[in-house]
């Protein structure tokens, strides 16, 4: 593991119940590829009210946590310290696998261009070998 969620808590400012990522487990050597884990549990507060008889994360929910790993990636970089991502559009999202309690969320985000402050990221999140989502984000670091 590279960061554990106090060590992401000093990278992003996302505090509980906001805070969707438990851990980092690897930077690519090239700064562009992050890995990140979320470990859902059925006493997460979106639970009281999406579906509460029948567990499903929210796939906004599934987003931003790939939008936070993204942003540990972004934000660790010592140009960006200190900095703050914010989230600046999506495209092409699919969901492919419903997300529940006791899934391991296995997230890897990619950076794949830079274009005028905006970054452009390929996002994919699995639980053990199948693909929940697969998209494309964008984020901009500012103060």
Same mark, same amino acid.
């Given at each position: 593991?590279?960061?554990?969620?106090?060590?992401?808590?000093?990278?992003?400012?996302?505090?509980?119940?906001?805070?969707?990522?438990?851990?980092?487990?690897?930077i690519?050597?090239?700064?562009?590829?992050?890995?990140?884990?979320?470990?859902?549990?059925?006493?997460?507060?979106?639970?009281l009210?999406?579906?509460?008889?029948?567990?499903?994360?929210?796939?906004?929910?599934?987003?931003?946590?790939?939008?936070?790993? @993204?942003? &540990? #990636?972004?934000?660790?970089?010592?140009?960006? !310290?200190? =900095?703050? /991502?914010?989230f600046?559009?999506?495209?092409? +999202?699919?969901?492919?696998k419903?997300?529940?309690? @006791?899934? &391991? #969320?296995?997230?890897?985000?990619?950076?794949? !261009?830079? =274009?005028? /402050?905006?970054?452009?990221?390929?996002?994919? +999140?699995?639980?053990?070998?199948?693909?929940?989502?697969?998209?494309?984000?964008?984020?901009?670091?500012?103060?």
């Open positions: 593991m590279l960061y554990n969620s106090n060590e992401i808590q000093q990278i992003i400012p996302h505090r509980y119940p906001f805070l969707l990522v438990d851990c980092i487990e690897s690519s050597e090239d700064g562009k590829t992050i890995i990140g884990r979320k470990c859902v549990t059925a006493n997460e507060m979106q639970f009210g999406h579906f509460p008889d029948k567990h499903v994360m929210p796939g906004v929910l599934i987003i931003e946590a790939l939008a936070q790993t @993204g942003c &540990v #990636l972004l934000l660790s970089k010592a140009e960006n !310290k200190g =900095k703050i /991502g914010y600046a559009g999506i495209n092409k +999202a699919r969901f492919k419903q997300v529940i309690p @006791g899934d &391991v #969320l296995t997230m890897k985000v990619t950076l794949t !261009k830079e =274009k005028g /402050g905006i970054y452009f990221a390929a996002i994919e +999140a699995k639980v053990e070998d199948q693909i929940a989502v697969v998209g494309e984000i964008m984020c901009a670091v500012g103060d």
